[in-house]
């Protein structure tokens, strides 16, 4: 598979696979599925509450840990200095890892949460930069921070976060967001790319897909990939996990990535970084 070097001068694989709501059994045997398939960027994250069930189907599966991207994110209720280390310790025990590859920050602080946001969301940072240096985690980023997160964070930041994991899809992708974040060197990550699937039955993408005899949702995260971003679409069936690796031969015209940009507003989470715990 191709691969996104980060500005650490680790690299990632261009697309991944999501586990959000993937649990239990259900969960062991999608990421098992996924690694057979020849996925080998799986995603992860502690409020997920998954993290044990992706640590089974990754020691169940039989392709070698030092091939496979493990990525988990620590939860919002535990920013701070002391409340990280002792969350990232507990997310490497339910994985049953030695190391994770990919370490996030779920949601930065905001004012709405916290009295010194910044201060915050900079201890925090402090620590993941001292687990990065204990070689207790490779590669270090965020998600869903904004411009104004991360020039804060670039105040007391050693390390510059190497990927961003936010919301792009079809019909709400952060175009000024995910350019502040290519000038600065930080790799998008896309979650939610086919936007709950309420995207899939836009006449635009369904006639595009038509064109290439591929999916909606094939287009998505071919489109999603030629902006430069690496989507991470979750699935548990095995038809649709086949699917959504299968989207690296062909490509999409500039006119066609044109008319996907402009799309309406659709498959929106509701989700905004200033505004947790409540949705706009």
């Given at each position: 598979?191709?691969?996104?070097?980060?500005?650490?001068?680790?690299?990632?694989?261009?697309?991944?696979?999501?586990?959000?709501?993937?649990?239990?059994?259900?969960?062991?045997?999608?990421?098992?599925?996924?690694?057979?398939?020849?996925?080998?960027?799986?995603?992860?994250?502690?409020?997920?509450?998954?993290?044990?069930?992706?640590?089974?189907?990754?020691?169940?599966?039989?392709?070698?840990?030092?091939?496979?991207?493990?990525?988990?994110?620590?939860?919002?209720?535990?920013?701070?200095?002391?409340?990280?280390?002792?969350?990232?310790?507990?997310?490497?025990?339910?994985?049953?890892?030695?190391?994770?590859?990919?370490?996030?920050?779920?949601?930065?602080?905001?004012?709405?949460?916290?009295?010194?946001?910044?201060?915050?969301?900079?201890?925090?940072?402090?620590?993941?930069?001292?687990?990065?240096?204990?070689?207790?985690?490779?590669?270090?980023?965020?998600?869903?921070?904004?411009?104004?997160?991360?020039?804060?964070?670039?105040?007391?930041?050693?390390?510059?976060?190497?990927?961003?994991?936010?919301?792009?899809?079809?019909?709400?992708?952060?175009?000024?967001?995910?350019?502040?974040?290519?000038?600065?060197?930080?790799?998008?990550?896309?979650?939610?790319?086919?936007?709950?699937?309420?995207?899939?039955?836009?006449?635009?993408?369904?006639?595009?897909a038509k064109n290439h005899q591929k999916s909606a949702a094939q287009v998505c995260l071919r489109w999603i990939m030629q902006h430069g971003a690496i989507p991470i679409p979750k699935s548990t069936s095995p038809k649709r996990i086949q699917e959504n690796i299968d989207v690296f031969d062909f490509e999409l015209s500039n006119e066609e990535m044109a008319q996907i940009d402009v799309l309406p507003q659709m498959g929106f989470s509701?989700?905004?970084?200033?505004?947790?715990?409540?949705?706009?």
């Amino acid at each position: 598979m191709e691969k996104v070097l980060l500005n650490d001068e680790n690299s990632l694989p261009a697309l991944g696979f999501g586990t959000y709501q993937a649990t239990e059994e259900e969960g062991t045997r999608a990421v098992q599925m996924a690694l057979d398939n020849g996925y080998r960027l799986i995603d992860s994250a502690a409020k997920y509450e998954n993290e044990v069930a992706v640590g089974k189907g990754i020691k169940k599966s039989e392709v070698d840990r030092s091939e496979i991207i493990v990525t988990t994110k620590l939860w919002r209720d535990q920013l701070g200095y002391k409340t990280a280390k002792a969350a990232f310790e507990t997310s490497l025990q339910k994985l049953n890892l030695e190391y994770i590859d990919l370490y996030l920050i779920h949601w930065p602080a905001n004012e709405k949460n916290y009295d010194n946001w910044q201060q915050t969301n900079a201890d925090t940072w402090r620590a993941l930069e001292e687990l990065q240096e204990d070689g207790k985690i490779r590669s270090i980023g965020v998600s869903n921070f904004w411009p104004e997160h991360l020039d804060a964070l670039f105040q007391t930041a050693r390390v510059k976060p190497a990927v961003n994991q936010i919301e792009f899809h079809p019909g709400y992708w952060q175009p000024e967001l995910t350019q502040f974040c290519q000038e600065h060197g930080i790799v998008i990550e896309a979650w939610s790319p086919l936007g709950k699937g309420e995207v899939l039955d836009h006449a635009v993408l369904t006639e595009i897909a038509k064109n290439h005899q591929k999916s909606a949702a094939q287009v998505c995260l071919r489109w999603i990939m030629q902006h430069g971003a690496i989507p991470i679409p979750k699935s548990t069936s095995p038809k649709r996990i086949q699917e959504n690796i299968d989207v690296f031969d062909f490509e999409l015209s500039n006119e066609e990535m044109a008319q996907i940009d402009v799309l309406p507003q659709m498959g929106f989470s509701g989700e905004l970084p200033n505004h947790w715990p409540d949705k706009v």
